[in-house]
T-cell receptor, first 112, second 113 residues
Framework: SQQGEEDPQALSIQEGENATMNCSYKTSINNLQWYRQNSGRGLVHLILIRSNEREKHSGRLRVTLDTSKKSSSLLITASRAADTASYFCATDSMDSNYQLIWGAGTKLIIKP | DGGITQSPKYLFRKEGQNVTLSCEQN?????MYWYRQDPGQGLRLIYY???????QKGDIAEGYSVSREKKESFPLTVTSAQKNPTAFYLC????????????FGDGTRLSIL
């Protein structure tokens, strides 16, 4: 069962621009995580944000969480060609027995 | 370096055949997971294990089996009962189940001959 839905499904921007991806979910959550997947590879963890947090930063990444709207956004600033990848959000909750429920991902392409 | 190793990278299955995908971790993590990823979709949980000698079914366990005899190893068998096995299979681990980021291997791509 997929809880998270990423928006947009695909995003293509010029190098140096900012990229924003959104994730919506359906039930109350414990944590929300963002992961990156390069083509044909495994996923790499980017950021975990807890349900009582509203914003978190890591380098060029900024994640926000709005539990009233059941949504999160991932902002990548000053994008680079190496940021080209698919980005997934995943949530866990008591309902899922704390197992991660994944969205379908946003495919990000950074044009040089 | 600590990490998760999946093998083989590519695997082909003949009709009626069982195949086993290997997953080994040296991160000393208690929890391990198997996911299936189909093109353009998110991950779906097949099985997970919170501790040695224990495992639970995920959302799509039918046609798959696992074992967890050692902390570092969590092999997945795709049985002949799985009629649509073509997919990208990902193994992951975390320090404890839930509440922690998961670390992933680089996947096994399974195709039908």
């Amino acid at each position: 069962s997929q809880q998270g839905e990423e928006d947009p499904q695909a995003l293509s921007i010029q190098e140096g621009e900012n990229a924003t991806m959104n994730c919506s979910y359906k039930t109350s959550i414990n944590n929300l995580q963002w992961y990156r997947q390069n083509s044909g590879r495994g996923l790499v963890h980017l950021i975990l944000i807890r349900s009582n947090e509203r914003e978190k930063h890591s380098g060029r990444l900024r994640v926000t969480l709005d539990t009233s709207k059941k949504s999160s956004s991932l902002l990548i600033t000053a994008s680079r060609a190496a940021d080209t990848a698919s980005y997934f959000c995943a949530t866990d909750s008591m309902d899922s027995n704390y197992q991660l429920i994944w969205g379908a991902g946003t495919k990000l392409i950074i044009k040089p | 370096d600590g990490g998760i190793t999946q093998s083989p990278k590519y695997l082909f299955r003949k009709e009626g055949q069982n195949v086993t995908l290997s997953c080994e971790q040296n991160l000393n993590h208690d929890a391990m997971y198997w996911y299936r990823q189909d093109p353009g979709q998110g991950l779906r949980l097949i099985y997970y294990s919170q501790i040695v000698n224990d495992f639970q079914k995920g959302d799509i366990a039918e046609g798959y089996s696992v074992s967890r005899e050692k902390k570092e190893s969590f092999p997945l068998t795709v049985t002949s009962a799985q009629k649509n096995p073509t997919a990208f299979y990902l193994c992951a681990s975390s320090m404890i189940a839930g509440l922690q980021p998961q670390h992933f291997g680089d996947g096994t791509r399974l195709s039908i001959l």
